[in-house]
Every structure is written in structure tokens, then in C-alpha cells.
């Protein structure tokens, strides 16, 4: 059975960070595409980044320099650094498995999802 | 980058047939994706590939691409099926991800 068990989330204060876990069995990640979506209250669901199986990495435009997709494939689990942080962040995190083919990819698989909130 | 329009809102009686639109500039060229999430859940993939359904998705469930429209078919409608739903494409040019703004449906 596939799950992706996330953790990490909690309130900080705006300028500071964040490590968001997503912790993953029956698959390995060392295999798969990983992203991040986030969505925040009452809103839609925002793309952040993927990480590909051989490490490469895609951003969003309005996380790019300031969060970063990494992935132990020792522990099959893949992370999300977010650093100076903004009200604006505040969201639901959701860590998702892709899967691609014929050049298009979607989410088969996605995490319980864990809310950061970022105020003073 | 790549924009998806969807209505903010669908309403359909029970037994009848939803239909959620998603727009994009020769959306018929791309793979859409369509995800049903229930309030303070994980979306859940209902449609991948245009058309095709994942195992464990009611027959109901169907979609179609073509021009500028993708459209999410949900036939026979139930009080279950009430939740948002979002369309996806994944951009090539880009190595990134859209999703449509999300469409709430309203099982009346």
C-alpha cells in the first residue's frame, strides 16, 4: 500500500523557516518524480516544485530562492526547505508522487497534508 | 506560463449530469488531469489523461478534450459527489505544474 506521511508544519514567525518531511513507503522515491502543492485558506491549489529521480529541480516563480525540493533516498523521503517566510505562505502543504507519460505527468498519489502558518 | 479558467460554481440536482469546464488557449493539445477534493482532505485523481479513470472511481466519472475546452463529466450525481474539483496540466516547456482555479460543485 502506498503512503506519504508528512510532517513539519507549525507556526513561525515572517522571516524565519520551515522543513517539511514527506516520509514515503510502497515506492521509492529514487524512482519516482515528487512535488509540493500548497493551497491556501479558501483558495485553489498552487504548484511549488518537483524534484525528478535523478534530482533535478523545478520551482514555482513565487518560491524560486527562497524554498528548496530535496529528497533522501535513504529514508525514501523527500523535503521541502522554506525560508524568509511570509504571511503570504500560509497554507496547506500537500507532498504529491507524479506520474509521467507521452510527456504529461499527474498526481496518483498525494500526503495527508500539514498547515504552516507564518505570523507574529 | 499556462492559464486553466474554471467556473467558480456548479449546481446540479441529484441524478443529473455536472458538467465542469476547463479552459485553455488549444487546451485539446495537452493531457488534463482532473482532482475531486472534499473539505479538509487531500485532492483525490478522478480523471487522468483526458478520459481515463483510476481504479476505484465510479464510471460515472468521465472527461473530454477538444479546442480550448476540457470538461469533467459527472453523470448520475450524488449527494457524495459534492466537493471542489480542479483540472491539471503538467506544462513540458516549463517542468512545471497548472491547476485550474477550482470549481465548487453544489448537489442541490
Known amino acids: 500500500e502506498v503512503q506519504l506521511v508528512q510532517s513539519g508544519g507549525g507556526l513561525v514567525q515572517p522571516g524565519g523557516s520551515l522543513r517539511l518531511s514527506c516520509a514515503v513507503s510502497g515506492f521509492s522515491v529514487s524512482h519516482n518524480y515528487m512535488s509540493w502543492v500548497r493551497q491556501a485558506p479558501g483558495k485553489g491549489l498552487e504548484w511549488l516544485s518537483v524534484i525528478y529521480s535523478a534530482g533535478t529541480t523545478y520551482y514555482a516563480d513565487s518560491v524560486k530562492g527562497r524554498f528548496t525540493i530535496s529528497k533522501d533516498n535513504s529514508k525514501n523521503t523527500i523535503f521541502l526547505q522554506m525560508n524568509s517566510l511570509r504571511a503570504e505562505d500560509t497554507a496547506v502543504y500537500y507532498c504529491?508522487?507524479?506520474?509521467?507519460?507521452?510527456?504529461?505527468?499527474?498526481?496518483?498519489?498525494w500526503g495527508q497534508g500539514t498547515l504552516v502558518t507564518v505570523s507574529s | 506560463s499556462y492559464v486553466l479558467s474554471q467556473p467558480p460554481s456548479v449546481s446540479v440536482a441529484p441524478g443529473k449530469t455536472a458538467r465542469i469546464t476547463c479552459g485553455g488557449n488549444n487546451i485539446g493539445s495537452e493531457s488534463v488531469h482532473w482532482y475531486q477534493q472534499r473539505p479538509g482532505q487531500a485532492p483525490v485523481l478522478v480523471i487522468h489523461?483526458?478520459?481515463d479513470r483510476p481504479s476505484g472511481i465510479p464510471e460515472r466519472f468521465s472527461g473530454s478534450n477538444s479546442g480550448n475546452t476540457a470538461t469533467l463529466i459527472i453523470g448520475r450525481v450524488e449527494a457524495g459527489d459534492e466537493a471542489d474539483y480542479y483540472c491539471q496540466v503538467w506544462d513540458s516547456r516549463s517542468d512545471q505544474s497548472v491547476f485550474g482555479g477550482g470549481t465548487k460543485l453544489t448537489v442541490l
Open positions: 504529491g508522487s507524479l506520474y509521467c507519460t507521452s510527456g504529461s505527468c499527474y498526481f496518483d498519489f
Open positions: 489523461s483526458d478520459s
